[in-house]
Nanobody, 128 residues
């Protein structure tokens, strides 16, 4: 079973930056599309950003466009989510997810059902 592991969350003030990392210990990481989702208390899990297996295409939720950047390093089997100009509404548990069929399907999935492997999540709290 592939188990992504997130890190980098924390408590920051409005306007600050954080960089989340997701390590995926799989020899097939280079074939996975990678996604980031978040879930705030009492809310459904929502799509944040995703990147194709080769890094050639990315997609973002409207709420984070221009502030968040997703990237990946296939040699190190890691995906990153750079979060700038954080706002209190960004407060949530952030989850990393892997779509094992990414290289075959090509298209990016924006729903949780499109991903096979999930991390345990990392808490991001933005104070006002």
């Amino acid at each position: 079973q592939v188990q992504p592991v997130e890190s980098g969350g924390g408590l920051v003030q409005t306007g600050a930056s954080l960089r989340l990392s997701c390590v995926v210990p799989s020899r097939n990481f280079g074939a996975y599309n990678m996604g980031w989702f978040r879930q705030a208390p009492g809310k459904e899990r929502e799509f944040v950003a995703a990147i194709t297996w080769n890094g050639g295409n990315t997609q973002y939720a409207d709420s984070v466009k221009g502030r968040f950047t997703i990237s990946r390093d296939n040699a190190k089997k890691v995906s990153f989510l750079q979060m700038n100009n954080l706002k209190p509404e960004d407060t949530a548990v952030y989850y990393c997810a892997a779509d094992s069929g990414g290289r075959v399907r090509q298209r990016i999935a924006t729903r949780p059902e499109g991903y096979d492997y999930w991390g345990q999540g990392t808490q991001v709290t933005v104070s006002s």
